[in-house]
C-alpha cells in the first residue's frame, strides 16, 4: 500500500508540474549543445543543483533555448528530489489569475496564489512577450516578490533586456530581475546567445 501511494504521489507532482514535451523530454542530456548556450546551460546546472541565488533569470531571443534549459531544470529536480515544481507561461498565468474573476469560477485568486506558491520551484517562461495592464504588473511582481522574500526556487525565461522590461512590466519588475549589486545576490542573470534554432535547425541539426 505504501508504494502504490508514493507511486501516486510521484505521478501527481509530475501531472501538477505541467511540463511540456511529455512525449520528447526536454533535459540536459538531450540538449544539441551550440555556441552562445554556454553562459546559460551552466547556471541552469547550477539553478537545478540548488547552487547561488535562488532566482534565476535566462535572457535571450526566441528559439535561443531559454524554454529548453527551464523544463531541463523541471525535469531534473523532479527526478533528484520530492519538491513540487511548476511550469507555466507568463501568460498563461496571468490568464489563469484573470479567470477567477469570472462570474461562476470555481477558483478565487487568493486560494489560487496559495497554490502556486507551495510549488518549491516555479519556471515562468516569456515573461513580458506581451504588455500588461497595471493589475497583472501588480499581482505579477507581488508574486515575485514573495518568492524571493520566501527564498523560494523560481527560473524566468525572457526575450527582454532591461529597458523593455521596464517599459512592459514597469521599472519595479526590471530593477528587482535584472539587478546587479553584488550585496544583495538575490538574482543570478545569464545571457543565452545561441541563434534562432527554428531558423538554424535545418541546416546545422540542432534541437534545442
Same mark, same amino acid.
Given at each position: 500500500?505504501? +508504494?502504490? *501511494?508514493?507511486r501516486n504521489a510521484q505521478d501527481q507532482r509530475w501531472l501538477q508540474a505541467n511540463l511540456p514535451h511529455a512525449s520528447a523530454p526536454r533535459t540536459f542530456e538531450t540538449l544539441q549543445l551550440v555556441? @552562445?548556450? *554556454?553562459?546559460?546551460l551552466a547556471a541552469a546546472k547550477r539553478f537545478a543543483d540548488f547552487q547561488g541565488p535562488h532566482t534565476l533569470l535566462l535572457v535571450g531571443q526566441t @528559439?535561443?533555448?531559454k524554454s529548453h534549459l527551464l523544463e531541463a531544470i523541471g525535469r531534473q529536480i523532479l527526478n533528484t528530489t520530492g519538491w513540487k515544481v511548476r511550469y507555466e507561461v507568463a501568460m498563461a498565468f496571468l490568464d489563469r489569475l484573470r479567470s477567477t474573476f469570472n462570474d461562476g469560477s470555481e477558483e478565487d485568486i487568493t486560494s489560487l496564489l496559495n497554490w502556486y506558491q507551495v510549488r518549491k520551484v516555479v519556471l515562468?517562461?516569456?515573461l513580458g512577450t506581451r504588455a500588461e495592464k497595471d493589475w497583472a504588473i501588480e499581482r505579477l511582481t507581488a508574486f515575485l516578490d514573495e518568492r524571493?522574500?520566501?527564498?523560494?526556487?523560481? %527560473?524566468? +525565461?525572457?526575450n527582454l533586456v532591461m529597458d523593455e522590461m521596464a517599459e512592459a512590466l514597469g521599472d519595479r519588475m526590471a530593477s528587482r530581475l535584472f539587478q546587479d549589486n553584488p550585496q544583495l545576490g538575490e538574482v543570478a542573470r545569464a545571457t543565452v546567445m545561441a541563434p534562432d534554432y527554428r531558423m538554424a535547425? %535545418?541546416?546545422?541539426?540542432?534541437r534545442l
Open positions: 500500500i505504501l +508504494a502504490t *501511494q508514493l555556441g @552562445g548556450m *554556454q553562459e546559460g @528559439g535561443s533555448g515562468l517562461d516569456d524571493m522574500r520566501m527564498g523560494w526556487w523560481t %527560473a524566468i +525565461a525572457t535547425g %535545418a541546416n546545422t541539426g540542432v
